[in-house]
């Protein structure tokens, strides 16, 4: 019998959508020559060489793979988020419902409610002792838009990025989106992850058009100091092209003292701005809202992208961020009391586990031990040659899942979150120092 070729080349079925690959028994000849080049047409299908620039994120990656464990009844312990296992204080998720019955359902406008901003030029004064306006200032749907926000009115083609590592997994992939180059400086667990002064003007070049930090830093936890920031800025005052973004997202999640920030100093407040949002310090993560505090110049330019990407933020979220930025911290400050509890106990139990190497965290909500310790190392069926294979080890043979460092610039660590139970942290590093155990 004459092969089918449309129905049993693979090379036409794979990844095609339910209904275009029907048996072609009976079909006419002119049927299923249309069937066929309907299939290749979708497989040629060509997408922007964009999305070649920039990579998932491993963050969501993995903690994609860890659902997908649990959903075959696997029970995985997730260290791998950034997202506090608090739940949103309650006076704010009242001002959400209020909002919704007084029918705050209608177009926000792009930059944010101006009472919203005027909130947010608030928080600044009380907090921060910066004075900004509400023409400084654009919310947006989560600190990610922010920053991509920030990102693609500032740099284009031919442009150099300088970005400590190890930094977000995001920053590196928004720079490539915006065809810049980033210029990666790295640190290490013996100088605290910090960039110093020297360090940053010996990598600045006639490309340079702008730097990007968090402090506290994800994934270290890295705080920089005020006479570090201090450092920083006395090179950025000589290399006024220069504009810097200031990720300061983990603001209040901060273990050793009061924030500083970057744009305390004059001679460079004009070119820095803050990324800042409510998904960390206030456990509203799912409520998405972020918002930058910039010169008016690149506030105006972010806001003209925001307009043609996702105009206003969530009506509802910007009036519960209202009540949020403008009542008192006691519920944040009780959350980062457990966070701190939380952070010693992560620290006890990684150093029970041989080869490994930490630096306590002096913010957020991680630890980034160096692990190439077990680099070269096997169970009998896995090698591991890099963070990525250890991660995916302790995923499949530990079930607990952590993400690779090599997403935040350093292949020889790995990020493990202590945003979670105490309980899931007790068990979590249990799993991970048998697991690590095996290895020989």
Partial sequence: MKK??????????????????????????????????????????????????????????????????????????????????????????????????????????????????????????????????????????GAKQSLANAVLAIVSDGDEVIIPTPYWVTYSEIVRLAEATPKLIKTSVTSGYKLTAQELEKNISEKTRLFIFSSPCNPTGTVYTKNELKALAAVFEKYPKILIISDEIYEYINFVGEHESIAQFDSIKDRVIIINGMSKGYAMTGYRLGYIAANAKVAKACEKLQGQFTSGANAVTQRAAITALLSDLRPTQEMVKQFELRRQRVMDLIEEIPGIECAKPDGAFYIFPVVKAYFG??????????????????????????VSGTAFGDDDCIRISFANSMENIEKGFLRIKDALGKLK
């Avoid at 049993?8 to 339910?18: A, E, W």
């Avoid at 491993?58 to 997730?78: F, H, N, P, S, W």
């Avoid at 739940?87 to 919704?100: C, E, V, Y």
């Fill in 377 to 402: 190392k096997n169970d009998g069926e896995t090698t591991i040659q890099n963070s990525s294979d250890l991660v995916m080890y302790l995923l499949n043979k530990g079930h607990v899942s952590t």
């Fill in 4 to 141: 089918d070729f449309f129905t049993n080349d693979k090379r036409l079925t794979q990844n095609v959508p339910v209904g275009y690959c029907e048996s072609s028994k009976n079909q006419t000849p002119n049927v299923r020559t249309f069937r066929y080049f309907c299939i290749r047409n979708f497989l040629n299908m060509q997408l922007s060489p964009r999305l070649q620039r920039f990579n998932e994120p491993e963050t969501l990656k993995m903690a994609k793979l860890g659902r997908e464990l649990r959903a075959k009844g696997i029970d995985v312990i997730d260290l791998s988020l950034g997202e506090p296992d608090f739940n949103t204080p309650t006076h704010i998720k009242q001002a959400a419902k209020k909002a919704i019955d007084d029918n705050w359902s209608h177009y926000p406008p792009v930059a944010g409610y101006p009472d919203l901003r005027e909130a947010i030029c608030a928080k600044f004064k009380r907090d921060n002792n910066l004075d900004y306006n509400p023409e400084n200032i654009v919310v947006s749907t």
